[in-house]
């Protein structure tokens, strides 16, 4: 099928250039003249494990990138919104991006004899196809959704650093839609993939997301919770995890504690989930608690650095870890970002590594000092935090060149054992 990607990003970079392994012929387009260049260069503008594999296999055949919707509307079938959908100040949802896209898509579909199916694979709250997405394609194009066009919605479910393998073995695929035909459509390009394939009305697959990613990041702030009492009973919080995901109805995913959870979408889509809750007059409790736990976990590290280094004024800080998770770039909501910042504020000299993230870093934290290894980092330092789950952090055995060796690990990546050093994890 000839398809559109709108917004070249972590979703619309891999989502096109994996419908383009399957055979499609995909057009992506951004408003970023910078990411279309690379698109079509074969270099992803984004970091993913076998993303440039694909992009070199398939840029330049059947695949390509424009920053004319003109173009990509009129030589394609099928357009998926993989835009942003970030949260405003008051913590709501900030549709601005889809409803550029939704307007831009619209113009294009006005002058477009041939049916066209438009999928919003966006994040977006529910009734956001139908109330927001639908109204802005009908006016824009002067034409009826469902009789002269179709709508559907396809969530997204990825993990960032395996984006491109969950793309290819989802555990389901979720095709929301109040318009069997256009729901048809979106089903055939998932032809041949094995999974579950749940078919919806829009808004429920909208809820699907939001309550996927609100359930994991429960399990990870419960986990936390978890761990914080564990650590002050001098249990270890992993072995009780191990021992509670052994029961099927909880599985054993999910419940590692430590600094937890950033990313572009649990801290946001949690915020949106109550902000849409607060719009039908309901407070959801459990959800700011999820919450307030992830934001409390920074500080609580925070204390546990100072107990071994109560003035942090002028010593130097190793911060092992920038991005959010391992095997990503992305440093969005990383929970290192609140740990540097209470460092800086405390007088301490932030000594930074990351083996992918520190250039998106820089750009928060322009004048910290960031090298290139994590021997760098641990040299001459007072203290060494890790922020992140880099597999290499595991192998580290130069914490003797530290001016002390105080390790606050934040996730479980440093086995002290034979190190000789001063070793303090968050929940353990
Ligand atoms: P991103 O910020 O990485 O990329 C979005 C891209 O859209 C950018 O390249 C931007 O330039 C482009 N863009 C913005 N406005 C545009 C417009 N009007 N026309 C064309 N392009 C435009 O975003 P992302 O992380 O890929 O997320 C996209 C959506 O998918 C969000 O709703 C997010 O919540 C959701 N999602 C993200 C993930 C993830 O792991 N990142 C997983 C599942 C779902």
Redesign the pocket.
Known sequence: MRISI???????TVTGACFASLGNDVIC????AR?VESMNAGVP??YEEGLEELLKAHAGKNLRATLDYDDAIAHSDISFI????PTDEGGKIDLR?VR??SR?IGQRLKNKSSYHVVVV????VPQTTQSVATPILEEASGKKAGVDFGVGMN??????GK?VHDFMHPDRIVIGGDDPKAQAVIKSLYKGYKCPILEVDTKTAEMIKYVSNAFLATKISFSNEVGNICKRLGIDTYKVMEGVGLDARISPFFLNSGLGFG???FP??VKALIGKAADVDYEPQLLKTVLLVNDHQPQMLLKLLKIHVPDLKDKRIAVLGLAFKNDTDDIRESRAIPVIGSLLAEGAQVVAYDPMASRHMKKVYPNIEYVKTADEALMDADACIVATEWAEFKKLDSFGNMRRPVVIDGRKMIDPKGKNIIYEGICW
């Open positions: 709108i917004g070249t990003g972590y979703v619309g387009v951004d408003v970023d990411r503008p984004i993989c835009v942003p959908t991006f550029e896209a831009s694979k966006s994040t977006v969530p997204e479910f990825l993990r960032e984006a990313g572009s979408c946001k889509d």
